[in-house]
């Protein structure tokens, strides 16, 4: 298992996802943002906005996917 915090996937907070795989930190930030965005909390909107973003468009964030894969297989297991 491997963690990645929010700011390092883009956020603005230091929440801890923890995961088997990039993907796994990855959705639980969507989840995250999700949740933030219902509460109304202002501070996450932008990534919010840029997680929706990606997903519609896949292709056009590979880069970013690359990135955080790269950056999650850097980072040593817990």
């Not at 996802?17 to 990855?26: E, F, K, L, T, W």
């Amino acid at each position: 298992m491997k963690t990645m915090t929010c700011r390092q996937l883009g956020g603005p907070c230091d929440l801890r996802h923890r995961g088997a795989s990039a993907d796994d930190v990855i959705n639980a930030q969507d989840r995250h943002l999700k949740d933030a965005e219902k509460a109304g909390d202002a501070t996450h909107q932008a990534a919010r906005d840029a997680m929706k973003g990606r997903w519609r468009h896949p292709k056009k964030s590979l880069g970013w996917y690359r990135d955080m894969k790269k950056a999650f297989g850097e980072i040593p297991e817990d």
